[in-house]
């Protein structure tokens, strides 16, 4: 085939490729297997229920509620599943014939040893057991003596302890000279006025709100039980001030985060509920404006919850997680938290991220990731099973590459990138365009991405063997999901809706 730039030269691409087609066969003949075997019940069932209907009047059955019925066990004749034999065995010789078998050698694990041992770590105390005197003392010869003694470990669970801290502030004065007035050290700043709340109980609120995904109605119950009855709103005041304690932490990082070179980003849902009384607006950005506009018409559609977006950043030489929270899936997110970052970022094919470059006066470079296309083109194995198989035997090589890359420095990677993924996505342009030009094609798959897709990602990944990013953002994809698995237990945080 003279005129097929998909078909690879090299023995490590044709092999990626013949594993892909042997995949795809294998799938296609199970997928064709389970509707052999329903089409070959339907028919049955169609013929038991003509049988029925129209058969002999003897063997006729009429519904009677009032007629009670005698079991005579399975009325299903001998060789019910004879076409559903017939089918399979059918199917799995035309297998045999055109599908080669592809092995895949995986090392087992071996099952690690179940350690009964207590941690370490934790803090141990000795205590001796109780001794009965039938034990220390011998009938014939008297007292015993200790020659050793065996040890067991039982672990103990203590209640957490309320405690009330008193500070008292001296108070100084000069004998005798009323004039001086009375010197007295300078109170200590809390998180609430009165400095009534120490900081570690603003941290076990937070981390049971945040962590252990606990409502604060159950927390509530949790500090009863140690003797402190707080009110829901006094836990969400404590869990308000130490938000504003702590953002201008969460705003350090988001601009170390914004010095890296590549940032990732990726979103998922959570439900915001409806607050009863709209927001006052904190300032007159496009943030606060477009969330007052989201939480009024929502008001006035009277919707109970929202569909909220929360966002995961993190760089890519930057081990850094920054997270922010929209009240709907709208560009002034990214736009507000990368507004002075300038490098490129790795995301999904969404049109606000598609955009970014625009608004950004290029200051941004948009490059899309695999992972997000390899998924949309593997949904497509059943429909398009030739171009779904082409495609994901080249994404696969493209995936070796990065496998063989992972422990190089930036320098050989770009290296590697330039010599080896280079000539694959060529490639992958070459057969994007062929069968662009095919002038009969079927009909695509609900789920099957546009050519513009295909190649908006193909040609972000080229400009990706330039700059040493990943080709992908796995990482990035699970953090906002981690985040959001908590919904019910971080419905608000307080009535400004934190970005951080």
Known sequence: ???????????????????????????LQESRDGLSREVAELKLSIEKLTQRLYGQKSERVIDDPQQ??????????????????????????????????????????????????????LPRYAVTAPVPESVSHCATHGERVVIGFDTTETLE???????VRVTKYLKYACPGQPQCGIAQPERLAGLVEGNRFDTSVAVEIATDKYAYHTPLYRQQDQFASSGWGPSQSTLE???????????????YYRQQLLTDTVIGCDETRVTLITPQVLPELDDQSERSRRQQEVLKEALEKGKPSLEARMWAYRGVTLPINVFD???ARRRYGPDDVLSNFRGTLLADCWSGFQQIEVRSDLRIEFAACWAHARRK????????????????A????????????????????????????????????????????????????????????????????????????????????????????????????NARLPAE
Do not use: W
């Not at 669970?157 to 405690?163: D, I």
């Not at 005041?237 to 705003?251: F, T």
């Not at 990944?461 to 019910?488: V, Y």
């Open 157 to 163: 669970f203590e209640r957490p302890k309320l405690r």
């Open 1 to 27: 085939m003279p005129d097929a730039p998909h078909i690879p030269k090299d023995l490590e691409a044709a092999r990626a490729l013949v594993v892909e087609l042997s995949r795809a066969m294998l799938d």
């Open 68 to 121: 009670q019925k005698l079991d005579f066990g399975s009325d299903e004749p001998a060789g019910t599943d004879e076409p559903a034999r017939d089918a399979e065995a059918a199917g799995l010789e035309e297998a045999q014939q055109i599908v080669l078998e592809y092995t895949v050698r995986r090392t087992r694990r071996k099952k690690a040893s179940r350690n009964e041992q207590l941690p370490a770590h």
């Open 237 to 251: 005041n404590i869990l308000q001030s130490a938000e504003y304690v702590v953002r201008p932490l969460a705003n």
């Open 377 to 392: 083109i593997h949904e497509c194995r059943l429909s398009h099973p030739q171009q779904a198989t082409i495609l994901l």
């Open 325 to 327: 929270f929209t009240v």
């Open 394 to 493: 080249m994404i696969r090589q493209l995936y070796d590459i990065e496998d063989r890359a992972r422990h190089l420095t930036a320098e050989q990677r770009l290296v590697l990138r330039q010599a080896e993924s280079v000539p694959v996505l060529n490639r992958l342009r070459g057969y994007l365009d062929s069968s662009r030009r095919t002038p009969k094609r079927r009909r695509p798959h609900p789920t099957s991405p546009s050519p513009t897709q295909v190649e908006g990602r193909q040609r972000c990944q080229t400009t990706i063997a330039k700059i040493r990013p990943p080709p992908r953002q796995d990482s990035r994809e699970q953090a906002p999901t981690t985040i959001a698995n908590g919904t019910r237990g971080r419905l608000h945080v």
